[in-house]
């Protein structure tokens, strides 16, 4: 395989029904070897609960007779935060090796799932990291969007506002709403990108997620929201 994989800027816009359409063809003539990927990548994701679940059993079970609690408590935790990024990462790599996949179809730049495998693989903490630094990104739009809606509850000491502060509250509702589909839309593609391109960092990652997705945030909303009624029945 060349090291120069596709971009994902030699593949052009298409519909919503044809990004739709095309997805399901791509996964129906390789059902198997997603599937296996997926389950593969779902059951990394049940490892923090096979380990907090007894450990919380565990300590509970031996608190009264333990001295230094506290300590084992930070320890289990550390230990299990450990384990869940670590089963994050490779959630999202099983993740990234179907999308690597898919897109190399599209480019005609086909790959065994061997050969995906070994290219995402070793960028397990990429994932993490950017996932890390998304999250610091949502905390920070979330305290905006709670000191917003804040100011907006001052409005109630001003008397001639009060017939229309339900009507405010509820535009208000409907922007913050909107507002968290466009950031989801324009972060989307972050992890995917991982699996795609070369030399990115999680800086670099969600710089590009953001670049990609410009005027096309609610193009990739309306692709989710028809795959997830499309999937949802089955």
């Known amino acids: 395989m060349s090291e120069n994989f596709g971009s994902p800027g030699q593949i052009q816009p298409l519909s919503v029904g044809n990004v739709v359409t095309a997805g399901f063809r791509i996964y129906r ?24 679940i007894p450990a919380v059993i565990a300590l509970s079970w031996n608190l009264r007779f333990n001295n230094n609690s506290l300590l084992v408590w930070l320890i289990v935790v550390l230990i299990g935060l450990i384990v869940y990024f670590y089963a994050l990462g490779k959630f999202l790599v099983n993740a990234a090796i179907i999308s690597r996949l898919a897109f190399g179809e599209l480019v005609n730049q086909p790959e065994t799932v061997n050969t995906a495998r070994s290219q995402v693989k070793p960028r397990l903490w990429m994932f993490v990291l950017t996932v890390l630094l998304l999250l610091v990104i949502c905390f920070v739009l979330l305290l905006l969007f709670v000191i917003s809606l804040s100011l907006l509850q001052v409005l109630q000491w001003i008397k ?75």
């Open 29 to 52: 003539s390789h059902l198997k070897s997603y599937f296996f990927l997926a389950l593969i990548g779902y059951l990394w994701s049940l490892l923090p609960f096979l380990f907090f």
């Open 160 to 234: 001639p506002l009060n017939l229309i502060l339900p009507l405010i509250n509820i535009l208000a509702f409907i922007i913050i709403l909107a507002a968290i589909f466009w950031f989801t839309a324009r972060f989307f593609i972050a992890d995917v990108l991982i699996g795609i391109e070369d030399n990115l960092d999680p800086i670099t990652t969600i710089s590009r997620s953001w670049d990609l997705s410009k005027k096309n945030a609610l193009r990739i909303i309306s692709i989710l929201s028809v795959s997830l009624l499309i999937t949802m029945p089955i």
